[in-house]
Structure formats: structure tokens, C-alpha cells
């Protein structure tokens, strides 16, 4: 199991990014997906899921700011991020929500996002 993420940066308060997770190791269509976010001194929050039938669920402090995606071909979850504040600062993961898999460690490098002026 494996887990690619891409698309972090330097963004002022109020733009936009758009990060993508590229996954291996498992059939990808057969999960539902999930965003994670973790700040220096806390564990990672799930911010945002997609199920497989593509219902998905946000955390309250980004709904109606981020959203979440998915293309089972290219086994690829994407994060849109609009509207940033400086309190979406953190590193962002991709995993299995559910799964045993975040439990046992299968994480990726993360990418970094940077809300400031």
C-alpha cells in the first residue's frame, strides 16, 4: 500500500490549491478515501472522505471551502482548497478511512500547505 501526495505550497489567505494522492497497492475503486491534516503537536483529522459511491463528508470548519474528488482509472483522490485561512495550515496525507491501514503506519510524505501573507 502506497500513497503519493502532491500539489502543497505557499498560498496568501483567500486563494486556492488543489492537491492530488496517488494510490497503489489496493483496488482503489473497491475504498472510500479520505484527506488528513496535521498541525505541529496534533494528531492527524480526517478534514474530508469520499465513499465509493462518491457521497463524501467534510469536516465542519471546511465545508463549503474544500472539495473532495476522485478518478478510480487513474486511482488519483484530489483535495480542492478555496477560500484558504491560515488555520488550514498543515501537512496533508491521503489514506483509507476505516481501514487498518492509517493505524499500522501506511502514510505517505505528505504535502505541506502554508496559509500567509
Known amino acids: 500500500v502506497q500513497f503519493v501526495e502532491s500539489g502543497g505550497g505557499l498560498v496568501q489567505p483567500g486563494g486556492s490549491l488543489k492537491l492530488s494522492c496517488t494510490a497503489s497497492?489496493?483496488?482503489?475503486?473497491?475504498?472510500?478515501m479520505g484527506w488528513y491534516r496535521q498541525v505541529p503537536g496534533k494528531s492527524r483529522e480526517l478534514v474530508a472522505q469520499?465513499?465509493?459511491?462518491?457521497?463524501?463528508h467534510y469536516e465542519d470548519s471546511v465545508k463549503g471551502r474544500f472539495t473532495i474528488s476522485r478518478d478510480n482509472w487513474k486511482k488519483v483522490a484530489y483535495l480542492e482548497m478555496n477560500n484558504l485561512k491560515p488555520e488550514d495550515t498543515g501537512v496533508y496525507y491521503c489514506n483509507v478511512p476505516g481501514s487498518s491501514w492509517p493505524d499500522e503506519g501506511y502514510w505517505g510524505q505528505g504535502t505541506q500547505v502554508t496559509v500567509s501573507s
Open positions: 497497492g489496493f483496488v482503489f475503486g473497491d475504498r472510500s
Open positions: 469520499i465513499y465509493t459511491n462518491n457521497f463524501r
